[in-house]
C-alpha cells in the first residue's frame, strides 16, 4: 500500500505528487496519456509568472522534478476507485492499486460539435489539437470553430503555419482575452465569420472537402470549401469513473473544499476536473499543492 494515489499527471497531478513526495510519502501517478497533460498540447505558456516556455517543455521539467523526489509513474487508464474507508482501491483495465489517500486530477476533454460528418472525418481533417496536427495543413486552408481563448490561440498559432484560417463564432462577439483579440487582428490570413455556427463537415476522397456553416439569425447555410477543422468549442470534465462515488455536481465537475478534498473522506481532486471559475496552469498547480502539502500533515 502507497500513501498516495495520484490519478492524472497534468500540472496538478505532479504538483501533488511532488509536494507530498518532498514530504516524505510515498505515491504513484497513473495516467493513460503523456505526462503533462494539455500542456503537451499548448504551443506557448505566456502567463505562467517568472517564465515563459513552450507546452511541452515545461511538462517535461514537471514530470523530471516530480520523480527526482521518488514519485512512480505508471501508465493506466483508470476505470473506478472502491472506498474502503481507512484506504482507496484504484482500479485500471489491468491492474489495482492500493493507497491511504487520493487526488483525481483527470482534467477535461475537448466538446465535439456533434455535427453530421464529424465522427467520420476525425483524424482525416477534424482536429482537436492544432499544435498536433497543424503542420499537416501547411500552405492549406483550415476552420477554426470557437470564440473563447482556446479558439483564438489555436487560431494564431494554425495562422502562422496554413495559407488561411476562418474562425467560426457562434456569437457577434470574442469572449477571448483582449490581448489574444489584439494579437489576432494583426493577422492578415484570418477571417472571421460571427454568428455562425457549424452544421456539417464535408467530404471527397475520405478527408475534409468543406464546412457547412449556418447563419445564428436567418438559418442560412453556407460551404466554407476548407482542409481542415479545428473545433474549440469547450470542455468537458473526465470524471465518468467517480461518479458512482456522488463526488460530482451536475455538469460533470468534482466539487471540493478548501483543502480539495471531495465529500469522500481521503478522496481528494484538482485541477480542471473541479468546479472552479478559473482553469489555468498555475491554479491547477495551485490545487496540487495544497492537496499534497495537506496529506502529506495527515499521514504524520
Known amino acids: 500500500m502507497v500513501d498516495l494515489i495520484v490519478i492524472g499527471a497534468g500540472p496538478s497531478g505532479l504538483t501533488a505528487a511532488l509536494y507530498a513526495t518532498r514530504a516524505g510519502a510515498s505515491v504513484i501517478v497513473l495516467d493513460g496519456g503523456a505526462p503533462g497533460g494539455k500542456l503537451n498540447l499548448t504551443a506557448e505558456i505566456e502567463n505562467y509568472p517568472g517564465m515563459m516556455k513552450k507546452g511541452p517543455e515545461l511538462a517535461y521539467?514537471?514530470?523530471?522534478?516530480?520523480?527526482?523526489?521518488?514519485?512512480?509513474?505508471?501508465?493506466?487508464?483508470?476505470?473506478?476507485?472502491?472506498?474502503?474507508?481507512e484506504h482507496k482501491i484504484v482500479h485500471t483495465a489491468d491492474q489495482q492499486y492500493d493507497g491511504k489517500y487520493v487526488f483525481i486530477a483527470t482534467g477535461t476533454k475537448e466538446r465535439k460539435m456533434n455535427i453530421p460528418g464529424e465522427d467520420e472525418m476525425s483524424g482525416r481533417g477534424v482536429s482537436y489539437c492544432a499544435v498536433c496536427d497543424g503542420p499537416f495543413f501547411k500552405n492549406k486552408t483550415v476552420c477554426v470553430v470557437g470564440g473563447g481563448n482556446s479558439a483564438i490561440e489555436e487560431a494564431i498559432y494554425l495562422s502562422d503555419i496554413v495559407k488561411q484560417v476562418h474562425v467560426i463564432v457562434r456569437r457577434d462577439v470574442l469572449r477571448a482575452d483582449q490581448y489574444l483579440i489584439d494579437k489576432l487582428k494583426q493577422k492578415e490570413n484570418i477571417e472571421m465569420h460571427y454568428l455562425k455556427k457549424p452544421s456539417s463537415v464535408k467530404s471527397q476522397d475520405n478527408k475534409v472537402s468543406g464546412l457547412v456553416i449556418e447563419d445564428s439569425n436567418t438559418g442560412e447555410l453556407s460551404l466554407i470549401p476548407t482542409d481542415g477543422i479545428f473545433p474549440f468549442i469547450g470542455l468537458d470534465p473526465i470524471s465518468g469513473f467517480v461518479k458512482d462515488l456522488e463526488i460530482v455536481n451536475e455538469r460533470g465537475y468534482i466539487e471540493v473544499d478548501e483543502n480539495q478534498e471531495t465529500s469522500v473522506k481521503g478522496i481528494f481532486a484538482g485541477g480542471d476536473v473541479t468546479e472552479k471559475n478559473l482553469r489555468q496552469v498555475i491554479t491547477a498547480a495551485n490545487d496540487g499543492a495544497i492537496a499534497g502539502q495537506y496529506i502529506a500533515s495527515l499521514l504524520k
Request: proline share 0%; charged share 30%.
Open 61 to 85: 521539467s514537471m514530470y523530471e522534478q516530480c520523480l527526482s523526489f521518488g514519485a512512480k509513474y505508471e501508465y493506466g487508464e483508470v476505470t473506478h476507485i472502491e472506498d474502503k474507508g
